[in-house]
């Protein structure tokens, strides 16, 4: 099996291996050499190879569904994905832009509300937020920052385009995936990184360390710092214990922790209890202190917003930072980046229809059929409707819900992804991507060389989450071939 530049298919799209049939990329120039130069049975023994790798390595994720929870072996694709950093460079800028007005957003929003007074923004979708808290109003997080890890989800259009299709504010996940591709690669292929000049993604832990150490309250001391987990049944569990140990950080669940009288955080340990300064959480808001949100968590910490406000801890993500994690609060953001920096958005949004809007909302109902209509605040690609994959009976559903609540929907035209080789059951065949960046900001703001690319694995289809049996690839950065 090799990846034959004068075979491999094109399906109409932009594919970001080859620029026309049997003519590759100059980026792309080198893999294809290198992978047609392999041995015919060398590449599926390989991909076997990391498979095995994986499973020993315990890299998972978890399915939920009727029959129970799944734990299953990451998806991996063993074809890296490949783009230059004079393209790089300018995706970088407008991620740092793009979250740098977020987080000025998110702050107006719980103090002044200026872009709501001066008309940018509407009044009526923060007053049917889901993800509003009103126990943040006031709240002063350091350097004015409520999202410090950001995932910014990235699609390239037919034309080539790369646009952003939505922000991840919350608990954004997959960056342990992102450091482990990585590591499986370079085993793997240790003679193709010999052929490029690929930009690392291993320093990410390190800064993730620094951002998070840079929110401590006690500035003079060495930061006690903890990934805050819901536990071992959490689809993201990997995650949390992977970056816990790489940073050296402790990771506990909510029953290890305690606030006292004095408003401080303290973890229990056998010789007794240690304060904490700052709490890496992959707890949603609604879980993380049943004295303020839901009475019946057993995930979070009594008393933890206290300490929070008090400025006796630092929180990443700050409770509240969903307010912009909204996909009809997406569609502003080019006007938050106007309004906030005085800059032109560096990339574009997805052209986006609002049901809350009259007009908007006639479009989507008559046009369901060619729509990718999605509600505002699930995520992991549950609740869409994509349209050309759709039935009558499913439209029919989402207009019923629609009709219902107009605020929580949106919809998008289906963009032609672009597409890369991907090995699919014995054959190399393009299969439609998006990019997950990671964004990190606090005192700094740094971008990772690279992302999660999320591949979908099955042909033709359009969603590349794994819960959704989608994969993943390595994703290179390159400023040459060697």
């Not at 569904?65 to 300018?90: H, L, M, T």
């Not at 790489?246 to 990771?251: D, I, P, S, T, V």
Request: aromatic share 8%.
């Amino acid at each position: 099996m090799k990846i034959d530049c004068g075979t491999y298919p094109l399906t109409g799209g932009f594919d970001e291996l080859l620029e026309a049939a049997g003519k590759p990329r100059p980026s792309a120039e080198g893999l294809c050499d290198y992978f047609a130069g392999l041995p015919a049975d060398e590449l599926e023994a390989r991909h076997r190879a990391v498979d095995a790798a994986i499973m020993a390595a315990g890299i998972t994720f978890t399915v939920y569904s009727e029959a129970g929870n799944i734990d299953r072996a990451w998806p991996f694709d063993v074809v890296p994905r490949i783009i230059e950093k004079s393209e790089w460079d300018g995706i970088e800028a407008g991620l740092k832009q793009r979250l740098k007005a977020l987080n000025l957003f998110i702050d107006d929003i719980y103090h002044e509300q200026k872009i709501i007074q001066d008309g940018v923004f509407p009044a009526e979708v923060l007053a049917d937020s889901k993800n509003f808290r009103q126990a943040c109003v006031g709240a002063n997080p350091p350097f004015g920052v409520w999202a410090h890890i950001c995932g910014t989800d990235l699609v390239r259009d037919g034309d080539g385009t790369f646009y952003v299709l939505e922000d991840n504010l919350r608990v954004p996940s997959g960056v342990s995936y992102m450091l482990e591709n990585r590591q499986l690669m370079k085993r793997l292929f240790p003679e193709l990184f010999a052929r490029y000049d690929v930009l690392p993604v291993d320093s990410y832990t390190a800064q993730l360390y620094d951002m998070l150490a840079a929110l401590s309250p006690r500035e003079d001391e060495r930061p006690e710092i903890a990934v805050l987990t819901p536990g071992v049944y959490n689809s993201a569990y990997f995650e949390h214990s992977y970056l816990a140990q790489q940073m050296g950080a402790h990771l506990v669940e909510g029953s290890d922790l305690v606030v006292l009288d004095d408003d401080c955080i303290y973890m229990k340990t056998i010789e007794g209890l240690t304060r904490l300064d700052v709490i890496y959480r992959r707890v949603d808001d609604d879980f993380i202190d049943p004295e303020v949100f839901r009475a019946d968590s057993t995930l979070g910490v009594p008393g933890l917003m206290r300490a929070w406000k008090a400025g006796k801890v630092g929180i990443a993500n700050a409770p509240g930072s969903g307010v912009a994690d909204d996909k009809v609060v997406y569609a502003y953001v080019p006007q938050m980046i106007e309004y906030y920096l005085g800059e032109k958005a560096i990339l574009p949004n997805v052209p986006s229809y609002l049901c809350m809007h009259q007009e908007d909302c006639d479009y989507v109902l008559a046009n369901l059929d060619k729509l990718v209509v999605k509600p505002a605040n699930e995520s992991g690609g549950y609740g869409m409707l994509i349209g050309p994959k759709s039935t009558a009976e499913e439209q029919a559903t989402f207009a019923r819900l629609i009709r219902e609540n107009p605020r929580n929907y949106m919809a998008q035209p289906t963009l032609s992804l672009s597409t890369v080789p991907t090995l699919c059951d014995g054959a190399i065949e393009p299969r439609h991507v998006d990019l997950r960046p990671f964004i990190l900001q606090s005192k700094d703001i740094n971008v990772t060389r690279g992302g999660l690319t999320r591949v979908a694995l099955r042909r033709g289809s359009l969603v590349v989450n794994s819960s959704q049996g989608g994969g993943s690839k390595d994703t290179w950065i390159v400023q040459g071939v060697i």
